[in-house]
């Protein structure tokens, strides 16, 4: 797997909460060890960007973990990144 920034993780995990996901589905998803996954996620709720569900069990997107997914693209839009899998991160690589 290669090195990936925080920001590109923080945006893998944001979209696979878009329509509710199990901390197991964001795990595979965002290719996240569980631990790692646990700290984003304490970090995501408290910045509220994803909320939890206790009844389902299940993490959901907030408007703005929304927000924050709409501001990544428009930032890959400006720096014409046309290729979705290209992430913001790997144009400041040398």
């Known amino acids: 797997m290669k090195y990936r920034e925080h920001v590109d ?7 696979t909460t878009r329509s509710g996901a ?4 964001i795990m595979y998803k ?5 631990k790692l996954l646990i700290n984003y996620l304490q970090i995501l709720q408290d ?7 206790k009844k389902t069990q299940h993490y959901k997107l907030t408007k703005k973990g929304d927000q924050f ?6 930032i890959a839009e400006l720096l014409d990144m046309d290729n979705n899998d290209v992430e913001i991160s790997q144009l400041f690589r040398t």
């Open 69 to 74: 997914i709409e501001y990544y693209k428009k």
């Open 47 to 53: 910045k509220g960007l994803v909320k939890y569900n």
């Open 22 to 25: 199990s901390k197991t589905q």
């Open 9 to 15: 993780i923080v945006k893998a995990i944001l979209e």
């Open 30 to 34: 965002a290719f996240l060890s569980y």
